[in-house]
């Protein structure tokens, strides 16, 4: 059964870096013909795409997040991690990992991690 | 691609039918648009994608339609468990969401 599970601290502080990993099981991220990605959603608020990549192709980033966030991957634990710097009280949300089938008319956000709550404060 | 969700809140009573709209600022590329179902607490689940078709396991009171710029969320006959927030999502153009539409239980 495939699962995906955030982890990475529950605080950080203004201006420093926020990291976390996603951890999959059930499928293989460098054999699997999907796309695997972050998402956000402020306490109460909506939900906003950060990036996505595909093992052997291209890494997509939301264009208002690019100049301060890196998806990348280790294929020998089947995780992938985010890092967003700079952050500041906006960042606080819970995040998200998914995977999506990336292309074509299927390309809904179809499996969802349990989500992790980072709050940026000093 | 912005997306306008309406209403804000709709509030109903089980047994009702429910339509939920979400409008795009530019026309939606392929019809790409999925809806979405939070609970609290919960992660999203996708219920539609390319604007009218159920996702694996959604039951057949969900329905999707639309084209262009204009979409809804039809659910025919409410069951207690459909009061959650739905969101509408286009992926013709990068990935953008809505903000939400709350259905509460009346």
């Known amino acids: 059964q495939l699962q995906l599970q955030e982890s990475g601290p529950g605080l950080v502080k203004p201006s420093e870096t926020l990291s976390l990993t996603c951890t999959v099981s059930g499928d293989s991220i460098s054999s699997s013909n999907y796309y695997w990605g972050w998402i956000r959603q402020p306490p109460g608020k909506g939900l906003e795409w950060i990036g996505s990549f595909y093992y052997s192709g291209n890494t997509y980033y939301n264009p208002s997040l690019r100049s301060r966030v890196t998806i990348s991957v280790d294929t020998s634990k089947n995780q992938f991690s985010l890092n967003l710097n700079s952050v500041t009280a906006a960042d606080t949300a819970i995040h998200y990992c998914?995977?999506?089938?990336?292309?074509?008319?299927?390309?809904?956000?179809?499996?969802w991690g349990r989500g992790t709550m980072v709050t940026v404060s000093s | 691609i912005v997306l306008t969700q309406s209403p804000g809140t709709l509030s109903l009573s089980p047994g009702e039918r429910a339509t939920l709209s979400c409008r795009a600022s530019?026309?939606?590329?392929?019809?790409?648009l999925a809806w979405y179902q939070q609970k609290p607490g919960q992660a999203p689940r996708l219920l539609i994608y390319?604007?009218?078709s159920r996702a694996t396991g959604i039951p057949g009171r969900f329905n999707g339609g639309g084209s262009g710029t204009d979409f809804t969320l039809t659910i025919s006959r409410l069951e207690p468990e459909d009061f959650a927030v739905y969101y509408c999502q286009q992926y013709g153009n990068s990935y953008t969401f809505g903000q939400g539409t709350k259905l509460e239980m009346k």
């Open positions: 390319g604007a009218s």
């Open positions: 998914v995977r999506h089938p990336g292309t074509g008319r299927i390309d809904g956000f179809e499996i």
């Open positions: 530019q026309i939606v590329s392929s019809n790409y």
